[in-house]
T-cell receptor
Framework: NAGVTQTPKFQVLKTGQSMTLQCAQD?????MYWYRQDPGMGLRLIYYSASEGTTDKGEVPNGYNVSRLNKREFSLRLESAAPSQTSVYFCAVLFAGTDTQYFGPGTRLTVL | EDQVTQSPEALRLQEGESSSLNCSYTVSGLRGLFWYRQDPGKGPEFLFT???AGEEKEKERLKATLTKKESFLHITAPKPEDSATYLCAVQFSGSARQLTFGSGTQLTVLP
């Protein structure tokens, strides 16, 4: 997965619980992204970060917060999980000098 | 509204039976079009980037082409290991390299 790691791989939450999904890169790239993938809908962008300390909303940001405290890590937080947030979440990194995003292995989240 | 549409949703081929997957887009200011392969339970794996109409890229049994309105992923003499979901995504000019994805084509190649 091109040096992109995500934790955890699987998670089950109850409605209203909170959790943080972690993404880390072992390179020095600036831009990182969070997507969610739902059946029949393709991947949709939740948030992205063009550089350390900056974040911007994507297509579906409601119910999520993100944090980019350093260049290596980009975290996605669900403050109060809802069943509609059941999905597979992918982190991606834009390789510097290219237009190509490389994806992590994903986190499968179920909210009951 | 910018849109990316992939067809067919699912495709079953016999081993060796060549075919094409389609990705059509309506977008103002295309920067690039990307093809990814995704295996079950895994993250998308980058295949190709195309930037201008007429451009072609090849990798093993796969060839991607681009026109002003669509892209094709041609699969020549596929093997069972080519079975996967193929995702198309577009990147717009002026965006922070954001990608807009189609919903994918699930390809099954039968031995």
């Amino acid at each position: 997965n091109a040096g992109v790691t995500q934790t955890p791989k699987f998670q089950v939450l109850k409605t209203g619980q909170s959790m943080t999904l972690q993404c880390a890169q072992d390179m020095n790239h600036n831009s990182m992204y969070w997507y969610r993938q739902d059946p029949g809908m393709g991947l949709r962008l939740i948030y992205y970060s063009a550089s350390e300390g900056t974040t911007d909303k994507g297509e579906v940001p409601n119910g999520y917060n993100v944090s980019r405290l350093n260049k290596r890590e980009f975290s996605l937080r669900l403050e109060s999980a809802a069943p509609s947030q059941t999905s597979v979440y992918f982190c991606a990194v834009l390789f510097a000098g290219t237009d190509t995003q490389y994806f992590g292995p994903g986190t499968r989240l179920t909210v009951l | 509204e910018d849109q990316v549409t992939q067809s067919p949703e699912a495709l079953r081929l016999q081993e060796g039976e060549s075919s094409s997957l389609n990705c059509s887009y309506t977008v103002s200011g295309l920067r690039g079009l990307f093809w990814y392969r995704q295996d079950p339970g895994k993250g998308p794996e980058f295949l190709f980037t195309l930037y201008s109409a007429g451009e072609e890229k090849e990798k093993e049994r796969l060839k991607a082409t681009l026109t002003k309105k669509e892209s094709f992923l041609h699969i020549t003499a596929p093997k069972p290991e080519d079975s996967a979901t193929y995702l198309c995504a577009v990147q717009f000019s002026g965006s922070a390299r954001q990608l807009t994805f189609g919903s994918g084509t699930q390809l099954t190649v039968l031995p």
